[in-house]
């Protein structure tokens, strides 16, 4: 990527002293003030260029430098701390200054909805290339997998940033988490979020960030990692049920999975209705959860929901919260037969 020069700036170290700036860690903040790392992370990302841009968190803009720099069309930034505002103005006048366009946004990003500052312009058809749009982040630790689940529920159902296409989007993970998202199955690793974030992306991840190249240094090293939208999902189930069936699943991750099914039906079918999803998918009970594809939980939602039809007060039932009985009509005259819905 061509990259553009920029006025004159005081590094980012300078700009935290001359603003006396900290990181705070009720907000799980964590800057990167090596510029080289900065362009790394943003190289990752694509093709910049005429793009438009929406980078969550930037705090006092370390990555924002190396996204500008890269000559997107438009860079919009959502940050919840308000102590940042004079440096990303600064970026945003330097940016202004060779005929760039950047908007600086504060609000919590678990609640703002991109799709009200993305261009209806740059819509694609789903199976078309990605549009010319990008998501990019240097994630706070206590909301990446929140976020991250958000998202690849936006994706499932194609809202926000993706009710204009396949947007990609390169975000930083807590180095375990990062390892979780790219888990095959049998990978010891392998867990609820890996599922989730295969049945409708690509995860890639790219590099690991020691640690020590943040301020303040945190306990764990940092992966950088893309998600690539499917063209065909994984799965053609709606998110919320297929969400379920995986989280009741990994809930006893060390038994056999058909203990984490059990969990879906009251006590006194457990057994009995458990043993029936298996027969519905044609999958051994015996299982270990991280064994399972995305597409054996795929059929074994199927199963669920058809045993749902059969039996509509199974969806009242939760686990943690439900202790009285769900009376069910007779379990032994439901038909097995293969799940293709």
Same mark, same amino acid.
């Given at each position: 990527?061509?990259?553009?020069?920029?006025?004159?700036?005081?590094?980012?170290?300078?700009?935290?002293?001359?603003?006396?700036?900290?990181?705070?860690?009720? +907000?799980?903040?964590?800057?990167?003030?090596?510029?080289?790392?900065?362009?790394?992370? &943003? @190289?990752?990302? !694509? %093709? $910049?260029?005429?793009?438009?841009?929406?980078?969550?968190?930037?705090?006092?803009?370390?990555?924002?430098?190396?996204?500008?720099?890269?000559?997107?069309?438009?860079?919009?930034?959502?940050?919840?701390?308000?102590?940042?505002?004079?440096?990303?103005?600064?970026?945003?006048?330097?940016?202004?200054?060779?005929?760039?366009?950047?908007?600086?946004?504060?609000?919590?990003?678990?609640?703002?909805?991109?799709?009200?500052? +993305?261009?209806?312009?740059?819509?694609?058809?789903?199976?078309?290339?990605?549009?010319? &749009? @990008?998501?990019? !982040? %240097? $994630?706070?630790?206590?909301?990446?997998?929140?976020?991250?689940?958000?998202?690849?529920?936006?994706?499932?159902?194609?809202?926000?940033?993706?009710?204009?296409?396949?947007?990609?989007?390169?975000?930083?993970?807590?180095?375990?988490?990062?390892?979780?998202?790219?888990?095959?199955?049998?990978?010891?690793?392998?867990?609820?979020?890996?599922?989730?974030?295969?049945?409708?992306?690509?995860?890639?991840?790219?590099?690991?960030?020691?640690?020590?190249?943040?301020?303040?240094?945190?306990?764990?090293?940092?992966?950088?990692?893309?998600?690539?939208? $499917?063209?065909?999902?994984?799965?053609?189930?709606?998110?919320?049920?297929?969400?379920?069936?995986?989280?009741?699943?990994?809930?006893?991750?060390?038994?056999?999975?058909?203990?984490?099914?059990?969990?879906?039906?009251?006590?006194?079918?457990?057994?009995?209705?458990?043993?029936?999803?298996?027969?519905?998918?044609?999958?051994?009970?015996?299982?270990?959860?991280?064994?399972?594809?995305?597409?054996?939980?795929?059929?074994?939602?199927?199963?669920?929901?058809?045993?749902?039809?059969?039996?509509?007060?199974?969806?009242?039932?939760?686990?943690?919260?439900?202790?009285?009985?769900?009376?069910?009509?007779?379990?032994?005259?439901?038909?097995?037969?293969?799940?293709?819905?």
């Amino acid at each position: 990527m061509a990259t553009l020069r920029l006025p004159p700036l005081p590094s980012m170290k300078d700009l935290l002293k001359m603003y006396r700036l900290h990181a705070m860690r009720q +907000l799980s903040q964590n800057f990167i003030l090596d510029q080289n790392l900065s362009d790394k992370i &943003i @190289r990752k990302t !694509g %093709n $910049l260029s005429d793009c438009h841009v929406l980078e969550v968190g930037p705090g006092p803009g370390g990555l924002t430098r190396s996204i500008l720099k890269y000559q997107p069309r438009k860079v919009i930034v959502v940050e919840k701390d308000k102590r940042f505002k004079p440096t990303l103005e600064m970026l945003a006048d330097a940016f202004a200054a060779v005929n760039g366009n950047m908007e600086i946004i504060f609000d919590d990003i678990m609640r703002f909805d991109v799709a009200t500052v +993305l261009p209806p312009t740059e819509a694609k058809a789903w199976t078309d290339i990605g549009p010319r &749009i @990008r998501l990019i !982040g %240097n $994630l706070p630790f206590n909301i990446s997998t929140p976020l991250i689940i958000k998202w690849l529920r936006a994706v499932c159902e194609k809202t926000g940033a993706w009710k204009f296409g396949r947007t990609k989007m390169t975000l930083t993970f807590q180095k375990e988490v990062a390892e979780r998202l790219i888990s095959e199955p049998s990978d010891l690793q392998r867990c609820r979020l890996s599922v989730m974030a295969q049945a409708w992306t690509k995860p890639v991840l790219h590099f690991i960030i020691p640690g020590s190249s943040f301020v303040p240094k945190p306990d764990v090293d940092v992966g950088v990692v893309t998600f690539i939208p $499917l063209t065909v999902p994984r799965t053609k189930h709606e998110f919320t049920i297929f969400e379920k069936v995986t989280r009741h699943i990994f809930s006893f991750r060390q038994k056999y999975s058909v203990r984490g099914i059990e969990t879906l039906f009251p006590l006194e079918h457990r057994k009995e209705l458990g043993q029936m999803m298996y027969k519905l998918s044609d999958l051994d009970p015996q299982t270990r959860p991280m064994q399972l594809t995305v597409e054996d939980i795929d059929k074994l939602v199927s199963a669920y929901k058809y045993l749902l039809e059969k039996h509509p007060e199974l969806s009242f039932y939760e686990y943690r919260a439900s202790r009285h009985i769900v009376p069910l009509s007779d379990t032994k005259n439901i038909e097995v037969v293969e799940c293709t819905d």
